[in-house]
């Protein structure tokens, strides 16, 4: 009996290896990866919002209000360097399809590149001593970090955009 089912078997197992089948991702991946991906991306979206602020009425501003502003800035990069680290852990946990492996390695790469901007950014705004020399520093020299880390948000951004394409997280987040 066992020697009428074992050219049906082979006839099926070989079958089934010559038809490779693609497995679409798992939704509630899908959904970890958004997830992630999005607050991310919020976080980052108040630090520009705060960067913006910081640069408002910039040369008129009063000392304690550049300060205050600046630390805004530190507290938000902050934030946004704890945010694309928990992104990172979960880029780095597993892939979310074959088709965005690339795209995932290119993003995470990316989001590397923006934790070391935003720790800089950490480093250089913190707005101590409170002193009205700090805040002509920081008045100095402020638009032009500003401006450094823009660019490495809008890097971030179009890796983010790439990357959300290829692994299909509906809807993908707006590109800049």
Request: with cysteine.
């Given at each position: 009996?066992?020697?009428?089912?074992l050219?049906?078997?082979?006839?099926?197992?070989?079958?089934?290896?010559?038809?490779?089948v693609r497995?679409?991702?798992?939704?509630?991946?899908?959904?970890?990866?958004?997830?992630?991906?999005?607050a991310a991306?919020?976080?980052?979206?108040?630090?520009?919002?705060?960067t913006?602020?910081?640069?408002?009425?910039?040369?008129?501003?009063?000392?304690?209000?550049?300060?205050?502003?600046?630390?805004?800035?530190?507290?938000?990069c902050?934030?946004?360097?704890?945010?694309?680290?928990?992104?990172?852990?979960?880029?780095?946990?597993?892939?979310?399809?074959?088709?965005?492996?690339?795209?995932q390695?290119?993003?995470?790469?990316t989001?590397?590149?923006?934790?070391?901007?935003?720790?800089?950014?950490?480093?250089?705004w913190?707005p101590?001593p409170?002193?009205?020399?700090?805040?002509?520093?920081?008045?100095?020299w402020?638009?032009?970090?500003?401006?450094?880390?823009?660019?490495?948000?809008?890097?971030?951004?179009?890796?983010?955009?790439?990357?959300?394409?290829?692994?299909?997280?509906?809807?993908?987040?707006?590109?800049?």
């Amino acid at each position: 009996m066992i020697a009428h089912w074992l050219p049906l078997w082979s006839a099926l197992s070989w079958q089934g290896a010559a038809l490779p089948v693609r497995q679409a991702p798992d939704s509630a991946l899908l959904r970890r990866f958004r997830e992630a991906v999005n607050a991310a991306s919020d976080t980052l979206d108040a630090l520009r919002g705060l960067t913006q602020a910081f640069r408002t009425d910039l040369p008129t501003a009063s000392p304690t209000l550049v300060l205050a502003r600046a630390t805004s800035v530190h507290d938000a990069c902050a934030s946004g360097a704890s945010a694309v680290r928990r992104l990172q852990g979960i880029l780095a946990a597993r892939t979310v399809s074959d088709a965005a492996a690339r795209s995932q390695a290119a993003f995470r790469t990316t989001a590397e590149e923006t934790v070391a901007a935003l720790d800089r950014c950490v480093r250089t705004w913190l707005p101590l001593p409170r002193t009205d020399e700090r805040s002509d520093s920081l008045r100095a020299w402020g638009p032009y970090r500003i401006a450094q880390l823009d660019q490495s948000l809008r890097r971030y951004d179009a890796a983010r955009f790439v990357f959300a394409k290829a692994a299909g997280l509906t809807p993908p987040p707006k590109n800049p």
